[in-house]
C-alpha cells in the first residue's frame, strides 16, 4: 500500500486546514490508519486514528475539539480537518496505517507507533503567530 498526503501549506493562527491522504496500490486493508506529526527537533507523536470498518475515533487529548479524523472508504482516503490551529501545530504531518488487517476487534488506544507499518511521505503543516 502507498500513501500519499497532502492538503500542508502554510496558515495564520486560528486558521483551519484539511490534510488528505490517498491510499493506492491494491484495496486498502488495514484494520486501522492514523495521522502522526513530527516538529522541528521533537520525536513524531501521535494525533488521530480510524478504525477503517466502521470510522469510530481516536484522538491525542491535547487535540480533542480542534482535530477531526475522518476517511471516506470507497475512495480509499482519509482526511484530518485541523481547525483554531495554533503556532505549536507547526509539523511535518504523516498518514500510516497499521500492518494488521485482521477482524480481531482492538481499541485503537492499544496501536502503538511501530505497528503502524505503511507510512507516506509527510505534509508539512505551517502556522505563524
Known amino acids: 500500500v502507498q500513501l500519499q498526503a497532502s492538503g500542508g501549506g502554510l496558515v495564520q493562527a486560528g486558521g483551519s486546514l484539511r490534510l488528505s491522504c490517498a491510499a493506492s496500490g491494491r484495496t486498502f486493508s488495514s484494520y486501522a490508519a492514523a495521522w502522526y506529526r513530527q516538529a522541528p527537533g521533537k520525536e513524531r507523536e501521535f494525533v488521530a486514528s480510524i478504525r477503517w470498518s466502521d470510522g469510530v475515533t481516536y484522538y491525542r487529548d491535547s487535540l480533542k475539539g480542534r482535530f477531526t479524523i475522518s476517511r471516506e472508504s470507497a475512495e480509499n482516503t482519509m482526511y484530518l480537518q485541523m481547525n483554531t490551529l495554533r503556532p505549536e501545530d507547526t509539523a511535518v504531518y504523516y498518514c500510516?496505517?497499521?500492518?494488521?488487517?485482521?477482524?480481531?476487534?482492538?481499541?485503537?488506544?492499544?496501536?502503538?507507533?511501530?505497528?503502524?507499518?505503511?507510512w507516506g511521505q509527510g505534509t508539512l503543516v505551517t502556522v505563524s503567530s
Open positions: 500510516t496505517a497499521t500492518g494488521y488487517s485482521g477482524t480481531t476487534f482492538k481499541f485503537l488506544s492499544t496501536f502503538l507507533m511501530e505497528d503502524f507499518v505503511y
